[in-house]
Structures are given as C-alpha cells and as structure tokens.
C-alpha cells in the first residue's frame, strides 16, 4: 500500500513569516512530486512540481525533494492570508499507461493577521 | 490558460439512481482521470483512461461504475446504482503524457445521494 503522510495541522503562522509543510511518503519508485492547494469546497490547484533532489523556487514558494529520505516539503515565504487553504501533497507512481497520484490527507494552513 | 470543466457543479440524486458527471478535458491532454473526496478525507484515485480504454481502476471502482469517451471532448463517469457512500466531490483530471506532466484538476461535481 503507498502511503503518503502529512501532518493534519492546522500550522498557523503570522502574515509575513515562512510556513513549512513536510511529506513522506512510501513509494521508493516515486518519480515525480506535487504540491497542490485546496480551498474549502474547491478543486486542488497545482501549486509546485518537483522531480529530482534538492531545491526548486517559484515566486514565494520553494519545494523540497530527498529520495534517500523519501521527504518532500514546501516553503512559504512572506505568508498571506489568502494562503490559507489546504496543501496537498501528491506522489505520482507510473502504472500501466498512466500516471497515479497518491494524495496525503493535507495539512491546513492558517495565516493570521 | 487552457481548463478542465465539468459539471454539473452540484448533482442531488436518490439512492438507487444512475447518474453521469461530465467532464471535458484540456483539448491537448491525452490522458484523463477520476478521483474523489469524500467530505474530510483525502482525495482517492478512482481510474485513469488513455487511448479509449482503462489503464488502471481502484478497488473502489468497481461494476457500478463507468468511463466513456463519447466523442472527441468529453469524458463522462457513470454510477449506475447510487449508494448513500457515494455522496463526495467527484475531480476529472487530465494531463499530457504519464510521466511528468502534473494533473490538472476541473472544479469538481458534488455528488449528494439521499
């Protein structure tokens, strides 16, 4: 079974600081590491893709990927209240002709004022 | 940029129905899916379609649903006999290609069986 974990929260955080999301997960044949944003009601939102080790910047966000400890994370620089929502994070295993994400159960960020 | 719509956006049934959710995915995506989130829990991967056929379904798909590709665009999920468990957000995703290509996701069908 691929598990995919995170902590549920809710992580708070004043406006203006870094949130830090983790993820583990189980697949060591994982290839490919998303990061998607929930909003209460709504559709996940691709947020970051990374594919090998190390660091990857976008804007205000910076992914994190280590294969050897199987660990992703996700940085938020100078959060804002409209970040609040939920961060998904998905592992993509490759299964017949498809890809199949795995999804945690989300860590629910809260920026406070 | 280029969107997954579905709809309807909210589908009220009752327990014994068929229903369809309806789906159309990026015009240049080649493989699409279906995942689902029952209210406070995760998003679960229900089946994957590529080429006209299944590529992969979960235990949770099984002989009451379906996937079709009636034509060019659309992609529908069938239940054929709702159950009160199947009330969720139901997700059509598509993406281009299997390997790196992250999955774009519509807006989603809340599916309410009473």
């Known amino acids: 079974q691929k598990e995919v974990e995170q902590n549920s929260g809710p992580l708070s955080v004043p406006e203006g600081a870094i949130a830090s999301l983790n993820c583990t997960y189980s697949?060591?044949?994982?290839?490919?590491f998303f990061w998607y944003r929930q909003y209460s009601g709504k559709s996940p939102e691709l947020i970051m893709s990374i594919y090998s080790n190390g660091d990857k910047e976008d804007g205000r966000f910076t992914a994190q990927l280590n294969k050897a400890s199987q660990y992703v994370s996700l940085l938020i620089r100078d959060s804002q209240p409209s970040d609040s929502a939920t961060y998904l994070c998905?592992?993509?295993?490759?299964?017949?002709?498809?890809?199949?994400?795995?999804f945690g159960t989300g860590t629910r960020l809260q920026v406070t004022l | 940029e280029p969107e997954v719509t579905q709809t309807p956006s909210h589908q009220v049934t009752q327990m014994g129905q068929e229903v369809i959710l309806r789906c159309v995915p990026i015009s240049n995506h080649l493989y699409f899916y279906w995942y689902r989130q029952i209210l406070g829990q995760k998003v679960e991967f229900l089946v994957s379609?590529?080429?006209?056929?299944?590529?992969?379904k979960s235990e949770i798909f099984d002989d009451q649903f379906s996937v079709e590709r009636p034509d060019g665009s659309n992609f529908t999920l069938k239940i054929r006999s709702t159950k009160l468990e199947d009330s969720a957000m139901y997700f059509c995703a598509s993406n281009r290609d299997r390997a790196n290509s992250p999955l774009h996701f519509g807006n989603g069908t809340r599916l309410t069986v009473t």
């Open positions: 379609f590529y080429n006209n056929e299944i590529s992969e």
């Open positions: 998905a592992v993509n295993s490759y299964t017949g002709t498809a890809s199949k994400l795995t």
């Open positions: 697949d060591r044949g994982s290839q490919s």
